[in-house]
């Protein structure tokens, strides 16, 4: 599986589990032998639900007249598993992580999902340092 797909099946599952959050863990290891239990895509959303309390912290510190209770599902999804992209995946460019969020907002999220997604993700790299 490509990583493009990877991400999308990853944020996809991610929102369903922040809309349906019971059973969880065999949601997971289905929606993985649905998959072909690619390594990339189990590492992105093993990752979110590891690390999921920081990603928020993160995501909250970098959010201008939002909090996380307010964001829209898909926008949660998206930037949960992007920051985990940018905080905890050294191998991935800022760009290609930031670039492949935007795509998803705009395909799944409202008019201005993407430049919403855009201006957190790049708030958060810079204050990495990248």
């Known amino acids: ?3 493009r797909e990877a991400r999308e099946k990853a944020f996809q ?12 863990d065999l949601m997971l290891q289905e929606y993985l032998a649905e998959n072909d ?6 590492q992105l959303i093993e990752g979110v639900l590891e690390k999921h309390e920081q990603l928020d912290h993160i995501i909250a510190e970098h959010l201008e ?7 829209p599902a898909v926008e949660k ?11 905890y995946l050294d191998d991935i ?5 930031i670039n492949e969020a935007v ?10 999902s993407g430049k919403f997604i ?10 990495k340092g990248e």
């Open 13 to 24: 599952f991610l929102f369903q589990i922040d809309i349906n959050p019971d059973g969880s």
């Open 77 to 87: 999804a998206i930037l949960r598993r992007s920051t985990f992209e940018l905080e």
């Open 65 to 71: 007249n939002w909090t996380m209770d307010r964001l």
């Open 118 to 127: 855009n201006g957190v993700l790049s708030k958060i790299a810079e204050k």
């Open 37 to 42: 239990d690619d390594s990339f895509l189990r």
């Open 103 to 112: 795509i998803l907002g705009n395909r799944f999220g409202e008019e201005k």
């Open 93 to 97: 460019p800022t760009n290609v992580s």
């Open 1 to 3: 599986m490509k990583r």
